[in-house]
């Protein structure tokens, strides 16, 4: 089973940049088969897709963070990331990285991010 970590979140400042990193545990070469996903959840609201990276490096954003974030992975490490620039009070939530392959899909546990001044 394929376990994902994240960390990098915290209380930052609108305006301000944090880079969240998600860490696999996928055994062997197998990591590159998969697509990553972040994810966030604010209270009370319902999880949404913010960036997806796929197996072959296609990148997807959700419009609220169209050049603002950017999404990356590094295959070798088994690592995903998402560089977060000009953050905003809005941008405040849970983030979870998420795995996916053809019936199969893994989260982690999730790494809160606070945007206030």
């Known amino acids: 089973q394929v376990q994902l970590v994240e960390s990098g979140g915290g209380l930052v400042q609108p305006g301000g940049s944090l880079r969240l990193s998600c860490a696999a545990s996928?055994?062997?070469?197998?990591?590159?088969?998969?697509?990553m996903n972040w994810y966030r959840q604010a209270t009370g609201k319902q999880r949404e897709l913010v960036a997806s990276i796929t197996r072959t490096r296609k990148v997807i954003y959700a419009d609220s963070v169209k050049g603002r974030f950017t999404i990356s992975r590094d295959n070798a490490n088994k690592m995903v990331y998402l560089q977060m620039n000009n953050l905003k009070p809005e941008d405040t939530a849970v983030y979870y990285c998420?795995?996916?392959?053809?019936?199969?899909?893994?989260w982690g546990q999730g790494t809160q991010v606070t945007v206030s001044s």
């Open positions: 996928a055994s062997g070469n197998i990591f590159n088969i998969y697509d």
């Open positions: 998420n795995l996916q392959s053809p019936g199969y899909e893994r």
